[in-house]
């Protein structure tokens, strides 16, 4: 049971390593592209919106190879699970990524998606199917991820009480650039959890001692030094833990800590003037912190056990009037986040663009003293329940900006219905005139096409005669008519003279034949060039013309059932805004009133404590008066 | 064990994490439902957000007219994009002025949709003007000018920021 504690500290160290897709090959599909730009940027929600769009559309097209997205679309496909595990959709990511492990793919695309099923099963809980999705890796895996799989795997065996497992992991983790610092640590839990004592702390010390530069590293240092020094004083061995807890930085995250245990190992073994030393510099430091606190309880403590009571009195009275300033403060933070001013102050946007946004929010007038919750607002359950009320905030910010749109639209579709419909039915009657006519040119057009064709596989001279030939062969063709019907003696001279006639005319034309077949092609191509912008502006008009419809016809029925999605998810939003809002003001209520609490009882301590102090000091001077 | 030892850890115990004593209230459930219902509205609202771009389309940009333009950087670009104009026809299409974000995604290999609008069928020119800083803290600007052809289909182009120093030659236009 001792040991609960570091079992959480091992887990806490598990970092978030969600890798990025990057440049890969080169990229052939844009909307692709534009997902991955508003992913890098954190804008989850439009990344999604975009592939999941993009990706939906490819699947539902016939010949999907023709499509761009064709090249890219099991990182497409790995992406959208990626982008939902960002956008904290769980169940969504899982099933993409399941997906994805079952399809065809390449082993660096499903060993890197088994990596972040893994992940996903450990982020909740679900420790044997993180590991059966750890088990699923095999063959090649991406060199980005190989250390994160390890030390996943780690902290799965670590979180399912199997240190024998988790220590052959982490000790091959030991070299690690990314993970050796926080593998070291581990590797000491891991000893911790085995009930290997002495293993567990010679690798602490190991771990403590790391030389780096890296602020996350040296905390890890840090770290890795206090637990130590906490082990030796839950083991009585006071002396031993003092060198481990100077080693923790002065000004490093654990820094505070550390010179409280300090301070309480040195009056352990009665050296009260090297436990003030500590205890000194902490009292000083911001107030709210809870081991300042203590050490301002702690500090006249020692200076009482060195009988100098009056400066011990001084600081019990300094502590009580710190203690109930404090308490009122947390007070007016209480009644702060029953206001509903915590939640406001949560979701402005200007205090979300800063890093040490939660820092900031104690400056916002009314706002609770958020020092007080540092320690609350670290924790999974409420940056979960925190992560979850701001993407709720920003969906409504989202809707409501939608459903002002709505009426924009409507307005548009109203102003483009009163334009064109007007207009449409004139314009609709001169094109039916105008197209019947150009129906009509067509079919003529066609005719000459066919003629031409003709022309060319089987010649006929007297179809490319002139009107005026062709008045002359039909007058000839009367006169022979009426020359055969006539009886006379010269119908034999007349045919001859009509026969010339005719040759005459078939000479002219079989001899200009190729010529005027020549011309009548040139005419026509010339013709099919002008019957070509016609066609194209027919359609263009076509085209335009249904534009015009499509402009306000059609959408009626969309923006009706859009509209009312888009009230009936506000309403949903606003629900569960208030649900998960009360769950954090309930959250950090219980929290600063279990920190008023705390001071409750130290106020009391130093109020009997000071009342002592000053008979203790009366005493003393009385002894020091008497003859 | 002293008595001054369970001082101390009891000290020590109440300076780690606090749990508050929420739990009676908050069960372990009403959180993962609630968080199971948040998960549930995210997704319903992706999807009317998926079916609002399409209308949004169909409505403000119909195929006929539409015509996008999009943004990118080659991989290994180290100069700082600070603004790119784009003029269409002479007309001022955009001006977009990077933040740090924006820049760090292209670098990344995200593809930026800078404009989109309508213009009618036929041939177009498109200016493009870069501006930024070198490496070594120059300032630099670029200009170039291309001719496009706007079709019945949407007309979709990508801007390609070679870098700077190439004159017109690093800013590629194409179709996409």
């Known amino acids: 049971m001792k040991r609960a504690p570091f079992r959480t500290i091992g887990l806490l160290l598990f970092t978030s390593l969600v890798t990025s897709p990057g440049h890969g090959d080169e990229l052939k599909d844009l909307y692709f592209g534009e997902a991955l730009y508003y992913a890098h940027q954190g804008y989850f929600f439009e990344a999604l919106e975009r592939l999941d769009t993009e990706v939906r559309q490819h699947e539902n097209i016939d010949e999907p190879e023709l499509d761009s997205l064709f090249f890219h679309i099991d990182d497409a496909e790995f992406s959208l699970g990626d982008f939902e595990l960002r956008y904290r959709m769980h169940h969504r990511a899982g099933r993409a990524i399941t997906a994805v492990l079952e399809g065809a793919v390449d082993d660096v695309v499903r060993n890197d998606a088994a990596y972040r099923l893994a992940k996903i099963h450990f982020q909740k809980g679900q420790l044997s199917d993180a590991i059966d999705a750890l088990d699923r890796i095999e063959g090649r895996v991406p060199d980005g991820i190989r250390d994160d799989i390890e030390f996943l795997r780690a902290n799965v065996y670590l979180a399912e009480e199997r240190p024998v497992d988790a220590s052959a992991v982490l000790k091959r983790l030991q070299g690690s650039k990314d993970f050796g610092a926080f593998a070291s640590y581990n590797l000491g839990i891991a000893h911790l959890q085995d009930g290997e004592r002495d293993k567990a702390l010679a690798q602490l010390d190991r771990a403590g001692q790391i030389v780096t530069d890296d602020a996350t590293e040296l905390a890890i240092r840090d770290k890795s030094n206090i637990v130590l020094g906490t082990i030796l004083l839950e083991d009585g061995d006071f002396e031993r833990a003092i060198p481990y807890l100077n080693r923790v930085r002065l000004d490093g995250p654990f820094s505070n800590q550390a010179l409280l245990s300090a301070g309480w190992a040195s009056m352990s073994i009665e050296n009260y003037e090297r436990a003030v030393v500590p205890w000194s510099i902490l009292a000083e430091r911001e107030v709210t912190d809870g081991a300042a606190q203590e050490a301002m309880l702690a500090l006249p403590y020692a200076y009482g056990k060195l009988d100098i009571h009056g400066r011990a009195a001084v600081y019990y009275g300094k502590a009580l009037d710190s203690f109930g300033a404090e308490v009122d403060k947390l007070d007016r933070s209480i009644e702060s986040i029953r206001d509903g001013k915590f939640l406001e102050a949560l979701v402005r946007e200007e205090i979300r663009k800063d890093k040490d946004w939660v820092i900031r929010l104690r400056s916002l007038p009314e706002a609770p003293e958020t020092y007080y919750l540092m320690q609350l607002l670290a924790t999974h359950d409420f940056q979960s329940g925190l992560q979850n009320y701001l993407d709720l905030s920003d969906l409504r910010r989202k809707l409501l900006t939608w459903h002002g749109n709505f009426d924009s639209f409507e307005d548009m579709i109203g102003i483009r219905r009163d334009h064109y419909e007007p207009l449409l039915p004139e314009i609709d009657t001169r094109f039916r005139k105008l197209d019947s006519r150009l129906r009509l040119r067509i079919e003529q057009h066609k005719m000459l096409v066919k003629r031409r064709d003709d022309l060319l596989t089987r010649p006929r001279p007297e179809f490319l005669a002139t009107r005026d030939e062709q008045a002359v062969l039909a007058r000839i063709e009367s006169l022979e008519k009426q020359i055969q019907a006539a009886d006379t003696r010269d119908r034999d001279r007349l045919m001859q003279r009509v026969e010339r006639l005719k040759g005459v005319l078939s000479f002219t034309l079989d001899t200009e034949y190729h010529d005027r077949l020549t011309a009548f092609d040139q005419n026509l191509r010339e013709l099919d060039a002008v019957m070509a912008v016609s066609q194209k502006q027919y359609e263009q008009y076509v085209r335009s013309r249904q534009a015009a419809t499509h402009s306000y016809e059609g959408y009626d029925d969309s923006l009706r059932r859009l509209r009312a999605e888009v009230g009936d998810s506000i309403r949903t939003v606003d629900m569960l805004m208030a649900r998960q809002g009360r769950l954090l003001e309930i959250l950090a209520i219980d929290e600063l009133t279990a920190r008023r609490s705390r001071l409750e009882n130290y106020r009391d301590k130093a109020r009997f404590a000071l009342a002592d102090s000053y008979d203790r000091a009366t005493q003393a001077q009385a002894r020091s008066e008497q003859p | ?176």
């Open chain 2, 1 to 176: 064990m002293s008595r001054l030892t369970r001082i101390l850890l009891a000290l020590v115990a109440a300076s780690l994490p606090l749990h508050p004593g929420y739990a009676q209230e908050i069960s372990g459930a009403d959180m993962k439902s609630l968080d199971g219902q948040v998960q549930e509205i995210k997704s319903d609202v992706l999807s009317i957000a998926s079916e609002l771009s399409d209308l949004e389309e169909r409505l403000l940009y119909p195929s006929n007219t539409q015509m996008a333009v999009f943004v990118s950087i080659p991989e290994k670009e180290a100069f700082r994009l600070d603004a790119v104009k784009l003029e269409i026809d002479g007309q001022l299409a955009t001006h977009h002025i990077y933040s740090f974000k924006e820049l760090e995604a292209l670098q990344k290999g995200g593809v930026q949709r800078i404009y989109t609008g309508n213009v009618p069928t036929g041939d177009h020119q498109l200016d493009v003007t870069v501006i930024g800083k070198l490496k070594n803290g120059d300032d630099f600007s670029e200009s170039g000018s291309f001719s496009f052809a706007k079709g019945v289909e949407p007309k979709t182009l990508g801007i390609t920021l070679a870098g700077p120093g190439l004159g017109k030659k690093g800013i590629l236009v194409g179709d996409w």
